[in-house]
């Protein structure tokens, strides 16, 4: 299964097909949530790294965007994840037909600021009003790309937004792309609440490329298609 590709529609629904079946044919029982969790961990070697108690605090969860697994795994942290998605995947009705089980999928159009104004408008009234624990995962860079090439105007101002409307933490991760063969690192930072309307979004930048860079060993480099290793500046198209 090649990490290094973007999939939508008809592609999505006989992708998730072949990613279950692997799962099946390694004796996971996929209509069981923690077998499916313990299995998708297993097949992907997930190691966390400096993962904080999701039981004890209410997290935004912002993580670079390396391939479509990522959510796949990272939804998976928590019982209770909003994930903020792109539209494509939340219409796609074969796709959610298994995806709804275990994820809870916001869709926007990414470019639509009124989509993205909707969405954090719900997030907030989430993040404030439900029940603890709970917690929303974005990926700030919006689209599948590398964090060492994104320009700074490319990442999501939501996410601080979302933690100064709402007082809860961002917790920064950084993801190692998702490998059947090698392990799959998920290093958690420190996390940090933003208080004031100033740009921040080169503090999360920095934190991801601290954590990738302190990994021993070094993280792989992630194999990217040639669109998502091209669209790291604003105006580029989104995948």
Do not use: C
């Amino acid at each position: 299964m090649d990490n290094s590709l973007s999939f939508s529609g008809e592609d999505a629904a006989n992708y998730l097909k072949v990613f279950l079946q692997k799962l099946v044919d390694l004796g996971v029982d996929i209509n069981n949530r923690e077998d499916y969790k313990k299995g998708v961990f297993e097949l992907f070697h997930v190691e966390l790294v400096n993962m904080p108690d999701l039981d004890s605090n209410d997290y935004i969860l912002a993580s670079n965007h390396v391939s479509d697994f990522d959510a796949v795994i990272l939804g998976l942290l928590h019982d209770r994840i909003r994930i903020l998605s792109k539209k494509e995947w939340v219409d796609n009705e074969k796709l959610m037909s298994f995806v709804s089980k275990y994820y809870e999928l916001i869709g926007v159009n990414r470019n639509s600021s009124g989509d993205m104004t909707k969405a954090l408008i719900d997030l907030t009234k989430y993040l404030k009003n439900a029940a603890s624990p709970k917690h929303v995962l974005i990926f700030p860079q919006g689209t599948i790309s590398d964090i060492n090439r994104n320009s700074i105007d490319r990442i999501y101002h939501g996410i601080f937004s979302l933690s100064y409307l709402t007082q809860k933490p961002i917790l920064p991760i950084y993801l190692e792309q998702p490998s059947m063969t090698d392990r799959t690192r998920v290093v958690f930072g420190k996390a940090f609440v933003i208080n004031d309307k100033e740009d921040h979004r080169h503090e999360w930048l920095e934190a991801l490329k601290h954590m990738q860079n302190t990994l021993d060993p070094l993280p792989r480099t992630p194999i990217l298609s040639y669109k998502h290793q091209n669209n790291n500046k604003l105006g580029d198209p989104f995948f």
